[in-house]
């Protein structure tokens, strides 16, 4: 496999006799997606919906998913809020939900029944732990 080489119009030199330090990746994001990744337990071949896959995290997502052999589904538009919003009746028997987003006042809602039923996993995640 190649190594990523940026063009040179989008790379930036650095002079190293100056501090790197602010210019070196943040390796925050690429912890969460990839523990979430993990929490869901998916295998190669399966299916992962990435909710919201046009905000930050997403895109690293998508790539994450492509690079472990998942199926992806993307959520980035106006459906958002509502699949958000809904019932997690979307979610197929066995299927895992991994939360990490935070948003204010938010709230998953699933119905019991479907749920044991179906032997579907709700989880909750917070970064890096």
Request: charged share 20%.
């Amino acid at each position: 496999m190649a190594p990523n080489i940026s063009q040179e119009q989008w790379a930036m030199g650095i002079d190293y006799r100056e501090d790197w330090r602010p210019f070196a990746p943040d390796p925050r994001p690429g912890i969460t997606v990839y523990k979430d990744l993990k929490d869901s337990e998916a295998r190669p071949g399966q299916t992962v919906a990435i909710v919201g896959a046009g905000g930050g995290l997403g895109p690293l997502a998508c790539q994450y998913d492509k690079t472990l052999g998942l199926q992806v589904i993307v959520d980035a538009g106006e459906e958002k809020k509502n699949m958000c919003l809904e019932q997690l009746g979307y979610i197929r028997p066995r299927g895992t939900v991994v939360a990490i987003g935070l948003p204010g006042g938010a709230f998953l809602k699933a119905p019991v029944f479907e749920t044991v039923i179906r032997m579907k996993t709700i989880k909750g995640s917070y970064v890096g732990n």
